[in-house]
């Protein structure tokens, strides 16, 4: 749990509904234990943001925009320097295919305080997983049931699938990104 939390808060693994599927799936069979799977899977989350907010530091805010598609930069740069680490908030709760990871790299990248930034992602993710956790234990059997259909299963190949497709992506692009750096030097 920890692990897949990590990757998919990272630049470099995409996962889409992931960590929450596996959230809702290990709460929903081991009752007595969905407490723990929230701060496990906000824990990794906060790790792979950490990375990601570090990479946004080194890059600072000229490197944004190779990360960052322009539509998107100039208002991503707004709402943090507006409001920081609240601007993170929404975000941080939305799921997929909301894009965090560029929030999280803005904020690196303009240097928003480290711990107001951590404080807001932490409480806002371990809201979003404690929800699902908490569903997960009232609708629990059905969920199950719903989890090991066959047709679940093949939505799950589906996305293993554009899984490893956006990891290899973002791969590549990270990758010429920092050739194109390295050429200009």
Do not use: H
């Amino acid at each position: 749990m920890y692990l897949i939390a990590a990757l998919d808060a990272s630049m470099m693994f995409f996962l889409p509904f992931g960590v929450d599927a596996v959230v809702i799936f290990l709460a929903a069979r081991d009752r007595e234990l969905a407490w723990l799977y929230p701060l496990l899977a906000t824990a990794g989350s906060i790790t792979g943001a950490a990375a990601t907010y570090w990479i946004g530091q080194k890059i600072g805010e000229i490197g944004l925009a190779r990360y960052v598609p322009s539509r998107r930069l100039e208002r991503l740069q707004a709402r943090v320097r507006n409001s920081g680490a609240i601007a993170l908030a929404i975000p941080a709760l939305l799921p997929p295919p909301f894009p965090l990871t560029p929030f999280v790299l803005t904020c690196g990248a303009l240097r928003v305080n480290p711990w107001r930034f951590f404080t807001v992602f932490g409480a806002m993710r371990l809201v979003r997983f404690g929800t699902e956790a908490a569903l997960a234990l009232v609708f629990g059997r059905k969920i199950l049931q719903i989890l090991r259909s066959d047709t679940f299963q093949i939505v799950v190949v589906g996305f293993i699938v554009l899984a490893v497709v956006g990891t290899i992506i973002s791969a590549v692009l990270l990758w010429r990104s920092t050739r194109r750096q390295e050429v200009r030097t």
